[in-house]
């Protein structure tokens, strides 16, 4: 084999571009169910700041309290959505990472309609990850704001 055929065989798979990571999630026809109740949609990849601009079109037929707010634990799915999509973004679209733990604080109630999303990976290590993740309403206004930590792992470990 030539030196330049085992470089090329060697090289590591060339990395995506934010635009190509944006796209993919744009276009992909596998969204989870999860995702899909949530109304999720990607706006903005970031990986030099391991971070992501989402988007929630919160349905109120499917996320309303009795009080006609969405209940706290789909605001909690939101930040964690936000969250553990910054981390396949931070891992170069080659590793999920589930939540291990994650702590959330409410500011004001959420009303149906679009919810902006940040999620951001403060810093990706081999066994864990620490995020941080806010919600806004349509005027800017903060929602919810959580911190969590992740375990990441890579694709192949989940292809059974």
Known sequence: MTDVAATTANAEPEALTDEAILARFQRTKNQPTGSQTLGFRMVSV??????????????????????KQIQGGYLCAMLDEAMSVACMVASGMTAVAPTLEMKTSFFRPGAPGKIKGVGRVVKWGRQVAFTEGELYDPEGRLLAKATGTAIPTPFQNYKK
């Open 46 to 67: 970031s990986q030099a700041t391991k971070s992501v601009e989402v988007e929630f079109d919160a349905k109120a037929e499917l996320l309303l309290n009795p009080m």
